[in-house]
């Protein structure tokens, strides 16, 4: 129960901030300025290029990164274009002051050509689209994180309770060695006043003669 109350928090935070503005721009590729079309998202690099890795692969498509973008090559995204396309993303955060936005930006080429401009607008929307699976690949980074804090406080209460059972082993072994040391002082007392009696009988004898 207290798992499904978690996902309902952390999805119905995902969902108020989810950005997701997408918008025609320019970006320097291959040495020289071209169109692209850029999404915003309010979730880190990491978990953007992780949805769009993801997808990419799922298309059984082969990436490779090259000057800072991902690229596939005679791609086929339905979504966008039916023709075998090069593709090149980028991902990278906006600004130092807006570290907590992500930049993916688009391009797209045929035979060496940009041709972002002829699939813009069916580019905007496959950027769009994306926001489900990032918020998606969010929740499951969030409940991985906190998995492993849950799995970290637990190693530590059992370090916790470790402690206390040594604390106690040693608690106990010096209320034996209290009990020990009371009996032989006991004993000790006992042998003290016996000795004591026979030193005073000798010194009665003494006396005597």
């Not at 890795?53 to 082969?62: H, I, S, T, V």
């Not at 813009?120 to 804090?149: G, H, R, W, Y």
């Amino acid at each position: 129960m207290r798992m499904k109350y978690f996902f309902m928090i952390v999805m119905t935070i995902t969902l108020q901030n989810s950005y997701g503005q997408v918008y025609e721009s320019k970006i320097d590729y291959n040495k020289t300025s071209q169109a692209a079309i850029v999404g915003e998202y309010k979730y880190s690099e990491e978990i953007v290029e992780k949805t769009l890795r993801d997808k990419l692969e799922r298309m059984g498509y082969k990436i490779k990164s090259t000057k800072g973008f991902l690229v596939v090559t005679n791609a086929v995204i339905g979504s966008v274009s039916s023709k075998p396309l090069e593709y090149a993303f980028k991902v990278e955060r906006k600004s130092r002051k807006e570290k907590d936005i992500t930049l993916l930006s688009a391009i797209v080429n045929e035979n060496d050509a940009n041709a972002t401009a002829d699939n813009s607008e069916k580019l905007k929307s496959f950027l769009s689209e994306l926001i489900p699976s990032i918020e998606a690949t969010n929740v499951d980074f969030m409940v991985n994180e906190q998995f492993a804090a849950v799995v970290k406080s637990q190693k530590k209460l059992k370090n916790l309770q470790n402690d206390q059972n040594s604390m106690e082993r040693k608690v106990r072994n010096l209320q034996d060695d209290l009990k020990k040391n009371a009996k032989d002082q006991d004993e000790m007392q006992k042998e003290i006043t016996r000795q004591q009696e026979i030193l005073d009988s000798l010194k009665a004898k003494k006396t005597d003669k």
